[in-house]
């Protein structure tokens, strides 16, 4: 009989950010009668790893104090060796590449790394690149990033895109965004804007904290939600109460109901500075909640401005101000870009698609090292596209 195929994904951290809810959406959506996936973790514990466990997938942690804890990571390639893979494919800077070297040395017979975007330190770009030729297939999230990286790789036929899909829900209903307003708490009267980001630099959020005082002077009834975290959370707070509208910003940290206040406020917005494919605006458009962004490398791949999204210069206050104050003023326009954004979702990034472009990566490269796998049931795989 012939048995499913061996996959161990291998990613840096738990936090279920979007690459781990990629990894995470694939885990679960592949056809376990063709793929058999397990999971290691460098660093954290809980997260991502008690998600895949609930999922049945065998999945661990190298527990690393940090990226520099050698001795912690010099235990990868023996963890490989246990799970005995036919493919390893990791995903973010540290994990791509420890696992591309751990796997060559463990002589794993194929390795795939996902690459979620661009790498602003010149020393992670320097060790991707340097470690890049050990893949047999380099997936990244949009066309943009792919640019970037074809350049930089020896071999541009191994390197491909693969966008990121979700789960399409039924459009939510007015009657469903008044119980999301009312299950938060959330004032009537107020218009809400939401950001849901890592509280890092490339985020750009500062930008948005300096465009706020401008968006408050011209349409006063209005609320900032910011959900995320991360090491810039104490200065984006100290600028935010320094801005003149620090009553008008709340940071809620970390939140696992995001989709509640996608359905519940008025305007999405992500000012990033940089970007591979964000999950978040394909959530805001499940949910049906305008978006605002910054036109910027993959964001332009999922929403057009004008049509299905209003895009801006990232880095500039003023035309983010200019942008929100224009959406909120004008609802119908606002509703018009989300639906058109939800159509093009449907389309183009469903969960779906994802899961079928991984699963058919996956028999390519097992193909090439001449591994044999389960063919796809007759009746069909969910999945299959």
């Known amino acids: ?57 065998i999945a661990e942690s190298l527990e690393m104090r940090s990226p520099v804890d050698v001795p912690r990571l010099l235990r990868l390639g023996a963890r490989l060796r246990a799970h005995d893979p036919h493919i390893v494919h990791t995903f973010l800077m540290h994990a791509n590449v420890a696992g591309r070297i751990a796997a060559r040395l463990s002589s794993i017979p194929a390795v795939v790394s996902s690459i979620h975007g661009e790498y602003r330190r010149k020393w992670y770009r320097f060790i991707e690149r340097g470690t890049m030729g050990l893949a047999d297939r380099v997936l990244t999230v949009s066309e943009a990033i792919l640019r970037i990286y074809s350049k930089r790789f020896s071999d541009p036929t191994r390197i491909q895109v693969l966008p990121n899909g979700i789960l399409v829900e039924p459009f939510p209903g007015e009657s469903q965004r008044e119980a999301a307003r009312e299950s938060l708490g959330l004032d009537k009267s107020l218009k809400y804007l939401l950001v849901v980001a890592r509280l890092t630099p490339e985020k750009g959020l500062k930008y948005l904290l300096e465009a706020m005082p401008a968006v408050v002077e011209r349409y006063h009834a209005v609320q900032l939600l910011i959900l995320g975290d991360g090491p810039l959370r104490a200065p984006l707070e100290r600028l935010a109460s320094r801005s003149g509208a620090g009553d008008r910003i709340e940071f809620l940290g970390f939140r696992s ?30 949910c049906g909640i305008p978006v605002i962004a910054s036109d910027v490398s993959g964001i332009p791949e999922i929403v057009s401005d004008g049509v299905s999204a209003r895009l801006v210069t990232p880095g500039n206050s003023r035309l983010l101000a200019e942008a929100i104050t224009s959406l909120l003023s004008d609802q119908a326009g606002a509703v018009a870009l989300a639906k058109k954004a939800r159509e093009r979702l449907e389309k183009e990034f469903t969960l779906e698609t994802m899961i079928a472009r991984h699963e058919n990566v996956y028999t390519e490269l097992a193909a090439q090292a001449g591994i044999e796998i389960p063919e796809p049931q007759s009746n069909g795989h969910p999945n299959e596209s």
């Open 1 to 57: 009989m012939i048995r499913p195929l061996r996959i161990t994904f291998v990613i840096t951290s738990t936090q279920l950010a979007g690459a781990e809810r990629v990894l995470l959406d694939v885990v679960a959506g592949l056809d376990r009668s063709r793929f058999h996936p397990s999971l290691i973790t460098l660093t954290g514990v809980g997260g991502l790893l008690d998600e895949a466990k609930k999922l049945g997938v």
């Open 257 to 286: 109901d995001v989709s509640i206040y996608m359905r519940a406020c008025d305007l999405f917005v992500l000012p990033s500075l940089t970007e591979g494919m964000p999950r978040t605006i394909l959530e805001a458009a499940n």
